[in-house]
């Protein structure tokens, strides 16, 4: 069982795992039918709301009997990045919760967050929570003893599951040992057969909302914005580059990624305008991303050769960057690194992914590409003065259709290439003050 207290485990980056398709069909072929049978041999502990009881609860209409006292939460956190990031707001919204019980009762919850290997980094940057279990899901059965494992020593009164889609989540949270388990009734999934307490998953409203409504059955008060660890962000050393950059976040993973980045061509042309402007370039990225990234140093490079502008390349965070125009750290940074790095910039640049949320939080000018992801479910939320720009087609223009990352037509149209180099510009000048030609 691999735990790390308050998220400080050493992990290495790995690939997210929601991007390998067959693992994604397995998950349904394999998952629906499972769920079957757990509806027809488990017993649920509750319908909605009933035997929770919240040492808050004053209202008996809500309050429950005592069957299920909370003493420890566990929050399940299987899907990306990026949702991995707006969940931390109801684990802001859990401080809260904790807080006042401690006051009113002198007991104290706890909270273990279970994310996958690939989300173990990002943890690193989130609050809130005391213990950290890493589930191996591409390995099913070693996933469940995992969890068991980790239950049966650290018992956990209520488990909810963040997870929108996939079955074998569901599946973990039914079999997991938990006194009453939380969960998500999303159309057309049929995961809602894993759960005591069903909350119906919406795609009309922000996930961010979707997230908080799962703590509504626990009587838990919600309204908090995702808070991030800035002691562990601030702890990183200081970027070497001594001027101004902007940060350039290109890629996109998961289901037909290449449908939600912007052309190459596009990035040239604004890192290009970027340079000549004074400014250093910063691109960021994954394990996976690190050739492209190094190919697209190479272009930009050549591209200013060709209009005189002297640069110089490295990918080496420890070099002295003093003179340096363009870098990519595109699997050497990991995301405390990339914390720092976006936090320190002047402003950022990336297609709806994991990083834009992260810059979005950080409160740092921030102006995000979107194509078919809807900006309206999946958009970047920040609580900082810098409100975040958003470019891209709208539904009633034929983007901004995708609800959980897969929903593409047959024959999906490409979109991104709609956004121009200028729109970003003109962004990056008229809403953050930048100064571009």
């Not at 069957?67 to 969940?87: H, N, P, Q, R, Y």
């Not at 209520?158 to 388990?181: E, F, M, N, R």
């Not at 950080?362 to 995000?368: E, I, K, Q, S, Y």
Request: net charge neutral; proline share 6%.
């Amino acid at each position: 069982m691999s735990t790390a207290g308050d998220g400080d485990s050493t992990v290495e980056q790995i690939p997210a795992e929601r991007g390998k398709a067959l693992l994604r069909r397995l998950d349904w072929w394999l998952g629906v039918p499972l769920l079957y049978l757990i509806a027809l041999f488990r017993t649920k502990k509750g319908r909605f709301g009933s035997q929770i009881h919240s040492g808050l609860a004053v209202d008996s209409a809500t309050a429950a009997s005592d069957e299920v006292v909370i003493k420890s939460i566990g929050v399940c956190v299987f899907a990306a990045i990026g949702d991995a990031l707006l969940a931390a707001a109801i684990l802001a919204d859990l401080k809260q919760y904790r807080n006042k019980i401690q006051a009113k009762t002198g007991e104290r919850i706890s909270v273990t967050i279970f994310s996958t290997p690939a989300n173990a980094e990002i943890f690193k940057l989130i609050s809130n929570f005391d213990r950290l279990v890493l589930i191996p899901i591409t390995s099913p059965w070693h996933a469940l003893q995992t969890m068991r494992e980790s239950i049966a020593q650290f018992p956990v009164d209520v488990l909810i599951d963040t997870s929108q889609w996939s079955k074998i989540g569901a599946i973990l949270c039914a079999l997991s040992g938990a006194k009453l388990t939380v969960g998500f009734n999303t159309p057309g999934q049929y995961r809602q057969f894993a759960y005591d307490v069903v909350v119906p998953h919406s795609r009309s409203v922000h996930e961010i909302d979707n997230f908080r409504a799962l703590l509504r059955p626990l009587n838990i008060s919600t309204g908090a914005m995702p808070q991030l660890n800035l002691i562990s962000i601030d702890q990183v050393p200081q970027p070497p580059i001594t001027k101004p950059y902007i940060v350039l976040h290109p890629w996109a993973s998961g289901t037909k990624f290449a449908m939600r980045e912007w052309p190459l061509n596009s990035w040239l042309e604004l890192g290009k305008r970027l340079v000549s402007a004074g400014y250093a370039i910063v691109i960021t990225g994954g394990p996976d991303d690190k050739k492209r990234a190094a190919d697209l140093v190479q272009k930009l490079n050549t591209s200013l050769a060709s209009a005189n502008l002297l640069v110089r390349n490295t990918s080496n965070l420890d070099d002295p960057l003093a003179g340096v125009s363009i870098i990519s750290v595109a699997g050497s940074a990991n995301w405390l690194e990339t914390a720092r790095l976006i936090n320190q910039a002047e402003a950022v640049v990336a297609v709806n992914t994991g990083t834009m949320h992260l810059a979005a939080i950080l409160g740092r000018p921030l102006v995000a590409l979107h194509g078919p992801t809807n900006p309206a479910r999946w958009g970047p939320l920040t609580s900082g003065t810098a409100i975040p720009v958003i470019l891209g087609l709208g539904l009633s223009e034929g983007g901004a259709y995708l609800h959980l990352g897969s929903e593409y037509p047959k024959e999906p149209v490409y979109l991104m290439d709609q956004i121009s180099p200028d729109a970003v510009i003109g962004a990056l000048k008229s809403n953050f003050g930048l100064q571009i030609s």
